[in-house]
Structures are given as structure tokens and as C-alpha cells.
């Protein structure tokens, strides 16, 4: 799987747009992009993901660069309840047979400011 | 509930004794994975079944712990003789079927581990 880059911490304002980048500069032409994120004591949580087209959903956005070597998470109006880790992960979606969990690194910890 | 539900939530043994996790995936999901997860540290992949087969346990530490999921649905994760280094947060998660593409996996809220 592709390693990925993110800042360790970001701060956002509530009601704010909080834009979280990631680097995936080595990421190969069948690696999807995921976020997920983890708020305190809670498991993780999907967010969303790509492969090279820009996608939206009830939660976020993702935008992918056209050279797919780095991404941005989008959470349109940030709330109190989106402070997390949010964590960015390339790989394959299947790699038959097994191997298939998740590589997390240690991810972004973003903190709404009220 | 409809997630996947861990038990207990947290569980304090003493060095030496053996621990058992439970996890409860969510029903009709084929997927399971068992995470390790360190204080301040993203989780790490310890094993993977497919219904009851173990497809997966490149990540498993040691010959202490071991993982079953005999009917293809609950699964446990035994680690025996712990050692004060097996503290940490174990996350067990479900997907549907990890061959079909981009299923995400729902991961339980965890059982917390404390090694006396």
C-alpha cells in the first residue's frame, strides 16, 4: 500500500470549512483513497473515498489532484462533533485472499475551535 | 444495535493471566478484523477471517494471542500469559465482503486493555 503524509494537527473554527490535506505521492494507478477518522474513545469511522474523480457524500468531500499524488478531505461546515483524528489511507480495494485490513498512520488531528 | 459490538468494554488482568475479547459483528457480514490499537497511535492490523476461515494473521504479535471465529460470526481474541507490552485498545471491525470493491469496514468502539 502507498504511505501517505498528513500534518499531525490542524486547527478549525466551528461553522468553518475544514480542508485536511494528504501526500500519496506514490500511489499506483489501481490504489483508491479512504478517510476514515476516529473520535476520542470511539472506534474509527469511513468517511469516503475516490480512485481519481472528485466525490461527496452526506459527510464530506474529496478532492483528488489529476496527477492522484495528493488529496483533500473537505468538511463543508465544521462542527464541535468533527474534532477527531481523521486518518488518509491508499490501497487497493481487494487484494484476494487476505491481507486486506487497513494501514493507518498516526493521522490528522483536527480540533474545531468553538 | 445495528454496529458491531466489543465486549467488555474494559478489561484489567494481571501479568501472567490469559484474556478473552468478543466481538460481535454486524449480522450478514462475511468480513472480520481484529486492530491493535497503542496509546496515541493508529490502529494496527493483527488478523483477518473470511466467514470462518482465518485468512490473515500476519499481524497477530506472537504465539500468545489467537483469534477463532467457529460459527462465522461471533469471534474471540485470546491472548494468554499477558504481558504488561499487550496493553493497549484491541478494535474488532466488519464489512460486508472485503471482494467486493471499496465495502468500508465498521469497527466496534473497542475493548480497552490494562496490564498489571
Redesign the interface.
Known amino acids: 500500500d502507498a504511505k501517505t503524509t498528513q500534518p499531525p494537527s490542524m486547527d478549525c473554527a466551528e461553522g468553518r470549512a475544514a480542508n485536511l490535506p494528504c501526500n500519496h505521492s506514490t500511489i499506483s494507478g489501481n490504489e483508491?483513497v479512504?478517510w476514515y477518522r476516529q473520535i476520542h474513545?470511539?472506534?474509527?469511522?469511513?468517511i469516503i473515498?475516490g480512485l481519481k474523480n472528485n466525490e461527496t457524500n452526506e459527510m464530506a468531500s474529496l478532492i483528488i489532484t489529476e496527477d492522484r499524488k495528493s488529496s483533500t478531505l473537505i468538511l463543508p461546515h465544521a462542527t464541535l462533533r468533527d474534532t477527531a483524528?481523521y486518518?488518509c489511507i491508499v490501497r487497493v480495494?481487494?487484494s484476494?485472499?487476505?491481507?486486506?485490513?487497513?494501514?493507518?498512520?498516526?493521522?490528522t488531528h483536527l480540533i474545531i475551535q468553538p | 444495535g445495528a454496529g458491531v459490538s466489543q465486549s467488555p468494554r474494559y478489561k484489567v488482568a494481571k501479568r501472567g493471566q490469559d484474556v478473552a475479547l468478543r466481538c460481535d459483528p454486524i449480522s450478514g457480514h462475511v468480513s472480520l478484523f481484529w486492530y491493535q490499537q497503542a496509546l496515541g497511535q493508529g490502529p494496527e492490523f493483527l488478523t483477518y477471517f473470511q466467514n470462518e476461515a482465518q485468512l490473515d494473521k500476519s499481524g497477530l504479535p506472537s504465539d500468545r494471542f489467537f483469534a477463532e471465529r467457529p460459527e462465522g460470526s461471533v469471534s474471540t481474541l485470546k491472548i494468554q500469559r499477558t504481558q504488561q507490552e499487550d496493553s493497549a485498545v484491541y478494535l474488532c471491525a466488519s464489512s460486508l465482503y472485503a471482494g467486493l470493491i471499496n465495502q468500508p469496514q465498521h469497527f466496534g468502539d473497542g475493548t480497552r486493555l490494562s496490564i498489571l
Open positions: 483508491y479512504y474513545s470511539q472506534g474509527p469511522q469511513y473515498h483524528v486518518y480495494p481487494y484476494g485472499g487476505g491481507a486486506d485490513g487497513l494501514t493507518f498512520g498516526k493521522g
